[in-house]
């Protein structure tokens, strides 16, 4: 095993009081040290102490993530909270297991402590989270008060950023008949508030959220949460405090009902089930079940439970050979 960076941290003692440089370390050793026990025993311990709300902005390009994602900011900085942000770039994937540097549209003080902001390559064409990704927003999750996952939307990343994100934000491009077009991909099912952004284009903002809400009505989402349907200006700020209340507004009624645990506990198992098959496809996952795998014991601590697994499996087809 390779010896891990003397500069890194440890524990997540070390990493919350190492700030923004222990953090930064630590997120270039999610590429560089993959496997590593010392990783995997981090990441572990971040999962299960999660600090951060995490909110999830998602929509199509061009409209107007960045730039909301850059009014939030100053929102939570403004309450003093700090604020990490993954932004997933979907014009470049991982390759061979390398990041991107930080190239990022986001304009934030370098100076300031209580904001780190980092952009990472997307899984897929459609903005999919990468592993790297998923393990970032987990280490941020644990040191931030807020997490901002910025991603495009529709198709996959839709799905992986649900995996993570206590509240998804959709937003929605004036005029542009998005709604319809989410509708028919079924995923207005996912978002828990939606948001028409560039509200100072006047009436064509106004028509689609009374579309949106329409659509809204027809859908097919269960629960006491209604999903609120705003409309914002990053540009003049209108309608922003709305959305950092409304994401405060869900996290709370997630945990009044004790669904903010539960939430969390059943994202981490589609997570690790989802890591399983693609690491030992489906038979893998049937040979783990029938073999009476805990899944309570296993997603307290799923990062060594897959690496325990592969090591398994590892030695289990080596008896063949
Ligand atoms: P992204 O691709 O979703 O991240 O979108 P950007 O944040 O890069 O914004 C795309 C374009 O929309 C840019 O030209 C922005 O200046 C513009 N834009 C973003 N927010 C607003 C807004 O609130 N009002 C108006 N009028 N334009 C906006």
Redesign the pocket.
Known sequence: VRSWPKSAPTSLEELRAGGKPALARLLSAIESYEGHPQLISLLDEALQNPMAHVVALT??????????TNAMISEYRGADKSVGVIAVDPSSQVTGGSLLGDRT?LSTDPEDQKIFVRSMAARDRLGGLSEHAIAAVILMRAVMDRVIV?SVGIGQSEADVALVADSCVL?IQPGSGDSLQFMKAGIMELPDIICV?????GDVASRSRADVEGAMSLSARQGDWKVPVLM?????STGLNDLVEACDQHVIALSERGELVQQRGEQVKAWLVDQLKVQFGQHGVAVLQASGVRWEEAVKRPFAFKQETSETFAAFWKSFS
């Open positions: 929509g199509p390009p061009g409209v107007g993530k960045s730039t909301l549209r910025e937003c952004t560039k509200a100072d284009m914002l200006s990053a540009l003049d």
